[in-house]
């Protein structure tokens, strides 16, 4: 069974950091790709960081030079570095995997970034 665990959310002021952690079990994931993606109240989800299987990262400009996702195979773990947090990035982050015939998600952890 696959199951994706987020942890590392919380409770932090503007201009902190907070570093995200999703462990993944069940099968082997090397070949996919994983993401990041949060939700807002009353807004919907909304992608904020992909690395493929060989490494290529990308972000929305909103995170650009703040976020920095990373993975680790051999552990099935995903990464979300986030620095220089604003209030807006308050919301439930996410983490998903996903590759040719598979979409997993994870249940989310809260990060409440205040002003």
């Known amino acids: 069974q696959v199951q994706l665990v987020e942890s590392g959310g919380g409770l932090v002021q503007a201009g902190g950091s907070l570093r995200l952690s999703c462990a993944a079990s069940g099968r082997d994931f090397s070949t996919a790709s994983m993401g990041w993606y949060r939700q807002a109240p009353g807004k919907q989800r909304e992608w904020v960081a992909r690395i493929t299987s060989n490494s290529k990262i990308t972000y929305p400009d909103s995170v650009k030079g703040r976020f920095t996702i990373s993975r680790d195979n051999a552990k099935n773990m995903v990464y979300l570095q986030m620095n220089s947090l604003k209030p807006e990035d308050t919301g439930v982050y996410y983490c998903?995997?996903?590759?040719?015939?598979?979409?997993?998600w994870g249940q989310g952890t809260q990060v409440t970034v205040s002003s």
């Open positions: 998903n995997i996903f590759g040719f015939s598979y979409d997993y």
